[in-house]
């Protein structure tokens, strides 16, 4: 049988393809830690959680934050290697969705 048909699809789509699992990494800071993160094209707010009051530097800018977990507008990831420095004692964990195109 050489019938040939059509169909119509219709979908709510994005450009990107999510990593399955959210980068976390979790850090012991005792004094100051560099830390490097990847990402990938989507650009991505990370969420910071520490246990104590620390001091994050990014990209030339030193942001203070209380215990608690944190979203700052200012640290943002693209694509690429970013580079934080943190100083204080305590654990510092960060995490936020990578996705491609």
Not at 45 to 59: G, K, L, R, S, Y
Request: aromatic letters at 12%; glycine letters at 6%.
């Amino acid at each position: 049988n050489k019938a040939k048909g059509t169909f119509e699809v219709q979908a709510t789509c994005e450009p990107y393809k999510y990593k399955k699992y959210e980068t976390k990494f979790t850090y012991n800071i005792a004094g100051t830690k560099k830390i490097l993160c990847t990402n990938e094209r989507k650009r991505v707010v990370p969420v910071i959680t520490v246990d104590n009051e620390m001091a994050i530097e990014f990209q030339g800018n030193t942001y203070a934050i209380s215990k608690g977990t944190h979203e700052i507008l200012n640290i943002y990831f693209e694509a690429g290697i970013y580079e934080l420095n943190i100083t204080g004692n305590g654990t510092f964990t960060i995490k936020y969705q990578e996705a491609s195109l």
